[in-house]
């Protein structure tokens, strides 16, 4: 499968922060995804991105799909306690059809 | 209805044991995934199914045998398993290709 380095790895904050995590990958992807996942559950899709440079949001959320399609960026702004969790990216490479690969995580510890 | 159901939630078979983890979406979508994740790791791809036809397996062990039987179900039958598969089995759905998944709650498997 394909490799996509996600950073950081951790990451403890203080509530009303804000948060910055990126993806990259040595391929060129179609698609980016953003999910969240909490323990025990299934990831949940936050932000998905179609298109080079796209910008998008999701309420404190904004993600970005790089222009060299490479690589994606999540920020989440005014942090609070129920951000909580592991945020994982998801990639599409060009021409792998239904295929998505996920980034290694960034876990985030909200500190209230 | 907006949701991935997957059955059981927990399950503990013996390695000799035969068992089968279930799928179901009434979202329309015609394409569904298995995914395998271990704790602390990425979700990893196993097959996909697109217009319920195998379209991707990720060279997973023969142990593992997925079935589509209709567009709303998805099936995953598990023999001779190793306890090195103990994992969170999640299984997911997308509209079409390089549209957003969404995954269910997925199935914790422990093999003793």
């Known amino acids: 499968g394909q490799q996509l380095n996600q950073s950081p790895q951790s990451m403890f904050i203080q509530e009303g922060e804000d948060v910055s995590m990126n993806c990259t990958s040595s391929?060129?992807?179609?698609?980016w995804l953003w999910y969240k996942q909490d323990p025990g559950e299934g990831p949940v899709l936050l932000i998905a991105?179609?298109?080079?440079?796209e910008l998008t949001s999701n309420g404190r959320l904004t993600a970005q799909f790089g222009i060299t399609r490479k690589d994606s960026f999540l920020n989440i702004s005014a942090s609070i306690p129920s951000d909580v969790g592991i945020y994982f990216c998801?990639?599409?490479?060009?021409?792998?059809?239904?295929?998505?690969?996920f980034g290694t995580g960034t876990s985030l510890t909200v500190i209230p | 209805d907006t949701e991935v159901t997957q059955t059981p939630k927990h399950l503990v078979m013996g390695m000799t044991n035969k068992k089968s983890l279930k799928c179901e979406q009434h979202?329309?979508?015609?394409?569904m995934y298995w995914y395998k994740q271990k704790a602390k790791k990425p979700p990893e791809l196993m097959f996909v199914?697109?217009?319920?036809?195998?379209?991707i397996n990720e060279s997973v062990p023969s142990r593992f045998s997925p079935e589509c039987p209709n567009s709303s179900l998805l099936n995953l039958h598990l023999h001779a398993l190793q306890p090195e598969d103990s994992a969170l089995y999640l299984c997911?759905?997308?509209?079409?290709?390089?549209?957003?998944?969404?995954f269910g709650s997925g199935t914790r498997l422990t093999v003793v």
């Open positions: 998801a990639g599409q490479p060009l021409g792998h059809g239904n295929q998505f690969y």
């Open positions: 979202m329309g979508h015609r394409a």
């Open positions: 199914y697109s217009y319920e036809k195998l379209s």
């Open positions: 997911a759905s997308s509209r079409e290709q390089a549209y957003g998944y969404t």
């Open positions: 991105l179609y298109k080079a440079g």
């Open positions: 391929s060129i992807f179609n698609t």
